[in-house]
């Protein structure tokens, strides 16, 4: 029975993983907009609710599982799968969203190393810049000194 509650436990938490897993904006589309990968995730999560909750015996020989007659303890597996799925999305909302803005509220600010960045940060804190007023010409030499 030990065997047979682990494989369906194992089996929901690959589903959960790959769910829970799969990132969203900004990185990527949400999960709907991937139709392939939904209807795998949601045939995969009724094939194993099929395998925990209803009795076959030629699939459950195949796979060396076995039978549970109680149909409370199928409830409860399901219930514990599903009850795994929260804890799990929300974790990884706390990590993701929570824990590395803490830290990166912690860490601050840091001065970019790229100098067209720190140059538009001066620029952006020049109130007088652009002069609106007057026409600007460039110099007579034409030579850019980079440094």
């Not at 047979?4 to 690959?14: D, K, N, R, V």
């Not at 538009?120 to 007023?133: G, H, I, K, R």
Request: charged residues 15%; aromatic residues 12%.
């Amino acid at each position: 029975m030990e065997d047979t509650s682990i494989f369906a436990l194992s089996g929901f938490q690959y589903i959960i993983m790959s769910i829970v897993m799969t990132k969203g904006y900004p990185y990527k589309k949400p999960l709907y907009y991937n139709v392939l990968f939904l209807v795998a995730l949601l045939l995969f999560l009724a094939l194993m609710s099929w395998l925990v909750l209803f009795h076959h015996t030629i699939i459950h020989r195949v796979l060396n599982l076995y039978d549970i007659i109680d149909m409370r303890y199928k409830l409860l597996l399901v219930a514990v799968a599903a009850l795994n799925f929260f804890i799990c999305y929300l974790i990884e909302i706390l990590i993701d969203q929570g824990a590395l803005n803490c830290l990166r509220n912690l860490r601050g600010k840091r001065e970019s190393k790229k100098q067209f960045k720190r140059l538009d940060v001066q620029l952006a804190e020049t109130p007088s810049w652009p002069p609106l007023n007057q026409t600007l010409f460039p110099p007579q030499c034409t030579v850019i000194g980079v440094s």
